[in-house]
C-alpha cells in the first residue's frame, strides 16, 4: 500500500506454524491442525528446509496409519475318530491349519476294535482393519466327517 506495508490474504490458523518456525527453527503447532495445510503455507512461502521437514513428518504420519495391525488367530477344535484324520488333515483349506492333536481315548467301539478318538486344533488368521474389526473370509473348512465339538 501507500506506507510500504504488503497484505498477504493467508489463511491465519496456518500461518502461526510458519511465524514460529521463523522465529524458533522448529515446527511447533497445535496436532489437531492439518500438517497438509502448514506445507501448503511453507510452499506459499518457499522456506525449503520447513517444506522438507513436514513433508517428512506427513510420511511418518501415513506410514504409522498403514502399518498393519498383527493378526489374530481363530481356533477351532474338531473331534475326530482314528480312521477321520488323515481326511480331516489333508481337506482342510481356505487358510486353515493344523495347530495340536489331544488324544482323548477310546470311546466308540466298532467290532472287535476300539477307535482312537482325538481332539484336533485347528487356527486361522483374522485379518483386522485399521478399524480394529476383524474379517474372515465367509468359507467353510471341507472337514465333513469330523464333530466340532
Request: proline residues 3%.
Amino acid at each position: 500500500d501507500e506506507t510500504g506495508a504488503y497484505v498477504i490474504d493467508r489463511d491465519p490458523t496456518y500461518f502461526g506454524p510458519i511465524l514460529n518456525y521463523l522465529r524458533h527453527g522448529k515446527l511447533v503447532y497445535n496436532k489437531e491442525l492439518a500438517e497438509e495445510g502448514v506445507l501448503e503455507e511453507a510452499e506459499f512461502y518457499n522456506i525449503t528446509p520447513l517444506i522438507k521437514l513436514i513433508k517428512e513428518r506427513i510420511i511418518e504420519r501415513d506410514s504409522k496409519a498403514t502399518q498393519q495391525v498383527p493378526p489374530k488367530h481363530v481356533y477351532r477344535v474338531l473331534q475326530c475318530q482314528e480312521e477321520e484324520l488323515t481326511q480331516m488333515v489333508s481337506t482342510m483349506s481356505d487358510g486353515w491349519k493344523f495347530e495340536q492333536m489331544v488324544n482323548i481315548g477310546s470311546s466308540y467301539s466298532y467290532g472287535t476294535e476300539d477307535q482312537a478318538e482325538f481332539l484336533c486344533v485347528v487356527s486361522k488368521e483374522l485379518h483386522t482393519s485399521g478399524s480394529g474389526l476383524g474379517t474372515e473370509q465367509n468359507h467353510k473348512t471341507k472337514v465333513t466327517d469330523c464333530n466340532t465339538a
